[in-house]
């Protein structure tokens, strides 16, 4: 699963957002990139005030801090799309 997380460099929340993520990646597969939003004028406009955010990048899923490992295995699931099967 490809997943984004925003935040900024020396954001104490997104570090601990990162911790939590990664113990959730021991448990499943997980793609994360981490995306520093003062690089892009959009990005601290849509994403300043509510960092650290992550994306699901299929389904479009955002979700917000605060969350810990339950929380990010719920939304995980739920944020999932079901892959087509072709016969």
């Known amino acids: 699963m490809a997943l984004v997380l925003f935040g900024t460099e020396a954001c104490h929340l997104c570090e601990l957002a990162q911790a939590v993520i990664v113990n959730v990646a021991g448990q499943i597969s997980l793609d994360v990139y981490v ?3 003062a690089e892009t004028e959009a990005l601290v406009e849509r994403y300043g005030l509510r960092i650290p955010v992550l994306l699901n990048e299929q389904s479009g ?27």
């Open 35 to 37: 995306e520093d939003i």
């Open 61 to 87: 899923a955002e979700l917000d801090w605060p969350f810990d490992e339950t929380q990010l295995l719920n939304w995980l699931q739920s944020s999932a799309q079901p892959e087509l099967i072709s016969e």
